[in-house]
Structures are given as C-alpha cells and as structure tokens.
C-alpha cells in the first residue's frame, strides 16, 4: 500500500507523517507540491506545518498548488485524504471539506495533549476506532478554531459529517467541539489535532493516533 505525504514550503511535520505511515506497515511516497504527478498513490495525506508561512490565510495558497489540483480531482473520485492541521486548512480552502479554520479564540497558540472522542468509526480513516472511543493526542495551533455558518453547523452535524470532537476542554473555542469532519463519502477527513505525534510509547502521549493510519489500509483493501 503507498501512501503519499505531500511537502509544502513550511511543511514541518511531513516527516512524521511519513514515519506514522511506515509504522502502520504501508509504504510513504514523498510528494512534492509543485509536481503534477501523485506517483500511484493509494491515499494521501496533508501534513501539519505552516505551508507559505500561513501568508493571506491559512492554507489558502497551498490550496492552489498544482497536486492538491489533482489531489480534489482524485479525492471526487473517491481516493482517500487526510488532512492533519495545516492539511485540515488546506482542504476546507480547496473546497473538499466544509468550513474554516481561523485564529484561536484566547488568540494564543495552543500545545498540549488533548482528549478526544471518535464520533464517526465508519470513515476511510477511522474505522479501526469505535464510536465514542476516547483516544488522547497532542494539539498545537494557533488558527486550529473551527468555524462556520449556523446552518452549515446544523447541516454538518445533522449529515453525520463531524469525525472528531474535543473532550475535557476545547483548546481553540471551534465552534460545537468540533475537532475533525468528514466528507459526504467519508473518504476525506480534516483534523486539527495530530495523530502522527502519537504512534509510539517513547514519544507520544499515547499510540492511540497510529489507528487513523492502519484504518486507511483496509478502506483501500475493501474498496
């Protein structure tokens, strides 16, 4: 199984992402943002960073990168992607998920481990979860506030679209706890936490983030 990793300029966590893939026993494939070629990759994550230096908004000119075109084309045609903080801004500026991620609300930047709780276990990224499990990994943003429209949170929650909420307290005010959402198909996922942080005892607060990557493999598998 390959799954690519995109850089961008200001990726920072494109090498741990890298890392969560390999421990999840698939094969990461470097991807390069400017390149017009996702090398035949099965899936794809975005990884966290401050892709352009954050200039404008948040991944909104990562957004218009020549592979994250072709990522929304493959995306639509039901390829999976994962987007991890910076990743998660990018694909709500791409238009994949619904939303915006916009500054903090105590306008401070937040590091921490951070409770959370799996709403949806059917996803192409969380199905080796179960629904309300509880799994604990780090935070660290400091434009990690999720926003949108009342309507458009109604419609989110009412379609079954929120993947992830925080639990034991909100790091960012995002509106509704809301720390991931999905697509209507549930192939793509946006969150702001960083389950790539947490794949190993020796580094992490936990391993419980290693689940969002062995759960990709078998939504290819069963594809």
Same mark, same amino acid.
């Given at each position: 199984?390959?799954?690519?990793?995109?850089?961008?300029?200001?990726?920072?966590?494109?090498?741990? !992402?890298?890392?969560?893939?390999?421990?999840?026993?698939?094969?990461?494939? !470097?991807?390069?943002?400017?390149?017009?070629?996702?090398?035949?990759?099965?899936?794809?994550?975005? +990884?966290?960073? #401050?892709?352009?230096? @954050?200039?404008?908004?948040?991944? *909104?000119?990562? *957004?218009? *990168? $020549?592979?994250?075109?072709?990522?929304?084309?493959? &995306?639509?045609?039901?390829?999976?992607?994962?987007?991890?903080?910076?990743? #998660?801004?990018?694909?709500?500026?791409?238009?994949?998920? $619904?939303? &915006?991620?916009?500054? %903090?609300?105590?306008?401070? #930047?937040? %590091?921490?481990?951070?409770?959370?709780?799996?709403?949806?276990?059917?996803?192409?990224?969380?199905?080796?979860?179960?629904?309300?499990?509880?799994?604990?990994? +780090?935070?660290?943003?400091? =434009?990690?506030?999720?926003?949108?429209?009342?309507? @458009?949170?109604?419609?989110?929650?009412?379609?079954?679209?929120?993947?992830?909420?925080?639990?034991?307290?909100? +790091?960012?005010?995002?509106?509704?706890?809301?720390?991931?959402?999905?697509? =209507?198909?549930?192939?793509?996922?946006?969150?702001?936490?960083?389950?790539?942080? *947490?794949?190993? @005892?020796?580094?992490? +607060?936990?391993?419980?983030?290693?689940?969002? #990557?062995?759960?990709?493999?078998?939504?290819?598998?069963?594809?």
């Amino acid at each position: 199984m390959r799954i690519g990793v995109i850089t961008f300029p200001g990726s920072l966590d494109d090498v741990d !992402a890298a890392r969560a893939v390999r421990l999840a026993e698939a094969e990461p494939v !470097a991807l390069w943002h400017a390149d017009h070629d996702l090398k035949d990759v099965d899936a794809v994550v975005l +990884p966290g960073g #401050f892709s352009y230096g @954050d200039y404008l908004r948040a991944g *909104a000119i990562a *957004a218009r *990168a $020549p592979l994250v075109q072709d990522v929304v084309d493959r &995306a639509r045609q039901g390829m999976p992607v994962l987007g991890i903080c910076n990743g #998660f801004q990018v694909l709500c500026e791409a238009g994949l998920l $619904p939303g &915006a991620l916009t500054r %903090n609300g105590h306008l401070h #930047f937040r %590091n921490r481990d951070q409770a959370l709780r799996i709403e949806r276990a059917d996803t192409a990224w969380t199905q080796d979860y179960e629904p309300g499990q509880r799994i604990v990994v +780090p935070v660290k943003n400091g =434009e990690g506030r999720y926003v949108a429209a009342p309507a @458009d949170l109604d419609r989110i929650q009412g379609e079954g679209r929120v993947a992830v909420r925080y639990v034991e307290g909100n +790091p960012n005010g995002s509106m509704r706890d809301i720390a991931g959402v999905t697509s =209507e198909d549930g192939r793509v996922v946006g969150l702001m936490p960083h389950p790539e942080h *947490a794949v190993e @005892d020796l580094t992490g +607060p936990s391993t419980d983030g290693l689940g969002f #990557f062995t759960s990709v493999l078998k939504a290819v598998v069963s594809a």
